[in-house]
């Protein structure tokens, strides 16, 4: 507050160590005027505006200054106040200063003071001249202020001062508004609803780009001031647009048509800058008047909705507007030329619209946590009573789900008993039956163990139901190998990547049968001397191969051996089948037994 009544006061008073020129005589010139002309000067005050008195004049117009210098050994200061729009500063003939373009597209160091520390010999003892050429267009004031020489010190401290208020202040106050639509924006990006929030964002963003104007020094990305001129102007008419959209949403009200007729408005202004900027450029005070205007309505209509209203959100953010507004009437009159201020203050306020945003931020979080914290009270007392009937409920459903759950194991138990165990033994009654009655004790003790090998199968896939098929196979193992090994015949495993593949207990089990049926084949009807086994993962696939390197099964004499393994390769094809595959029987890869394979999937 303190800083912006600062700025509005007028400028410092002259001191006696300081010389104020306030009178100089003028000449125009076109663009590319290198030296001053010799006739035409006239004499104008000082801070002069050409346009009131050439009012169609584009191009350069010449300052001509002279004061007497009472000891040109005695170091003094030079001061401009203000050059619109670029410049170069002559001191007794030499160059002092000069602006990157003094054409078009011309530099724009037209916000901030000419500081110069002027020495012998450059400075000279009596009459000494300042030629200053300004380059600027007349449909954007150009000007040349006042004129201060004297002491270093004084000077120099004051164009510090007004270096600090008008250029470094613009720039602190820009990146605090970014910040601050940068934090509003982020508000907006996670609670889409509250759309006021983007619309806020949005309107700060577009006033830091007007607010640049004051500190660019080009008018980069254009070729042209004009085009400048017409990007800033658009932009000031859609942060009005998106200022305007906010104060209606954050007053709770949608008015589709305005809000389609302002953004419609807006969008025409840049369409406009862009296409035709020689045009908005220059006329620009056609549409920043009455959005000016119109912006003074819709402050002022929104503090009187404000006070009406009672809510203390709507009232700090109506005494937030109020310091703004009345800054930006001190900005309409440097703007309009009503008095001979060349600082714009309204860019200052930021600070304040972001103490307002930050207690409306919390006074609505506030709010919310009110209502949630009895939301929450309400809830709990909720809970509490379903908790108690869920309780019960799952202490119920618990109780029901063990039942099922020992139903469900006691039925797994029956069927693999049933497919597995029982068809084993029902095959091993009609063989007891159908034998003489001097069959050899060996045969009825191998019936025996291929009774009890099936229930081993069983007692193991359903006792380790969530074990990985490696896991399972190593007891399969051990019964083969130790089976096989008794039969002189050598038993190779090869297991690659099969760790972590878990096919559930009736797949498991069916494999499991497979492998057993094909390796007691290899045992009873082969006479072979040795067998591998592969398992193999690629992928989703697994890979089962059986070789020996036995006699093969199309090469047996014996009728009954040959039903027998035929039988057995039912079997396996049925489990396979189940597994998802199909097995095949083929000759071993080195032309001298057999070759079970079986590829299935272990999703």
């Known amino acids: 507050m303190l800083l912006v009544w600062a700025c509005m006061v007028p400028a410092q008073a002259q001191t006696p160590d300081v010389l104020r020129i306030s009178q100089a005589e003028a000449v125009r010139a076109d663009w590319h005027s290198s030296a001053a002309p010799s006739q035409g000067w006239v004499q104008v005050p000082l801070a002069d505006q050409w346009q009131t008195r050439w009012p169609d004049h584009d191009g350069v117009v010449w300052y001509r200054l002279r004061w007497q210098q009472g000891d040109a050994n005695q170091p003094t200061g030079l001061l401009l106040d203000y050059t619109c729009m670029a410049a170069s500063v002559y001191l007794n003939g030499s ?17 901030v003071p000419r500081y110069f520390l002027l020495q012998s010999p450059l400075l000279r003892q009596g009459e000494n ?6 380059s600027g267009l007349a449909a954007y004031q150009p000007s040349l202020g006042v004129v201060d020489v004297g002491d270093p010190q004084t000077l120099q401290a004051r164009y510090r001062q007004e270096v600090f208020v008008r250029h470094d202040l613009q720039v602190l106050d820009s990146a605090i508004g970014l910040v601050l639509a940068a934090v509003i924006g982020m508000f907006w990006l996670l609670r889409r609803k509250e759309s006021l929030y983007g619309w806020y964002a949005l309107s700060a ?3 830091r780009l007007y607010d640049s104007n004051f500190f660019a020094s080009s008018p980069w990305p254009f070729s042209t001031t ?20 906010f ?34 450029g220059p006329n620009r005070n056609i549409y920043l008047v009455p959005t000016i205007a119109f912006l003074y309505v819709v402050s002022f209509t929104f503090m009187a909705y404000a006070l009406r209203s009672g809510r203390r959100d709507y009232q700090v953010l109506a005494l937030c507007i109020i310091l703004p507004i009345a800054v930006s009437l001190h900005d309409l009159g440097v703007y309009m030329g009503w008095y001979g201020g060349v600082s714009y203050l309204g860019s200052f306020t930021s600070p304040l619209m972001l103490l307002g945003m930050g207690f409306v931020l919390a006074y609505r979080f506030a709010n919310t946590m009110q209502r949630v914290e009895g939301f929450n009270a309400e809830l709990r007392h909720e809970v509490q009573q379903a908790t108690t009937q869920l309780a019960d409920t799952l202490q119920q459903q618990h109780a029901l789900a063990l039942s099922h759950s020992r139903a469900g194991e006691r039925l797994q138990l029956v069927r693999d008993l049933h497919d597995g165990f ?8 009609a063989r007891l039956e159908q034998a003489p009655e001097d069959m050899p004790r060996q045969q009825v003790i191998g019936v025996l163990r291929e009774m009890r090998d099936d229930l081993r199968l069983v007692i193991d896939s359903t006792a380790r139901e969530q074990a990985d098929l490696a896991e399972l196979l190593i007891p399969l193992r ?12 050598q038993a190779h495993w090869h297991l690659h990547d099969i760790q972590g593949v878990e096919l559930g207990a009736t797949r498991s089990l069916d494999l499991l049968r497979l492998l057993q049926e094909g390796l007691t084949n290899v045992f009873k009807h082969s006479r072979a001397k040795r067998v591998d086994v592969y398992l193999r993962r690629q992928g989703d696939q697994l890979q089962v191969h059986i070789d020996d390197d036995g006699v093969g099964l199309m090469q047996s004499t014996d009728e009954r051996t040959a039903a027998r393994a035929g039988a057995g390769l039912a079997s396996m094809r049925l489990r396979a089948r189940r597994l998802g595959g199909e097995l095949q029987v083929l000759p071993a890869a080195n032309g001298a037994g057999t070759r079970l394979a079986l590829l299935l999937s272990v999703l």
């Open 205 to 207: 963003v577009f006033g």
């Open 95 to 111: 160059l002092i200063d000069r602006d990157a373009s003094l054409v078009e597209p011309l530099s724009r160091s037209w916000h």
């Open 129 to 134: 001249e300042l030629l200053v050429r300004v």
């Open 422 to 429: 029982g068809g084993t033994l029902v095959g091993a009654i």
């Open 226 to 245: 004009d085009g400048w001129q017409a990007f800033i102007g658009a932009c000031y008419v859609a942060g009005a647009v998106a200022h305007t959209i």
């Open 247 to 280: 104060l209606l949403r954050f007053c709770e009200r949608r008015w589709p048509r305005l809000e389609r007729v302002l953004l419609g408005i807006a969008m025409l202004m840049m369409v406009g800058a862009l296409l035709w900027p020689h045009w908005m």
């Open 478 to 489: 051990h019964r083969a190998s130790s089976l096989l090994e008794a039969a002189d015949i």
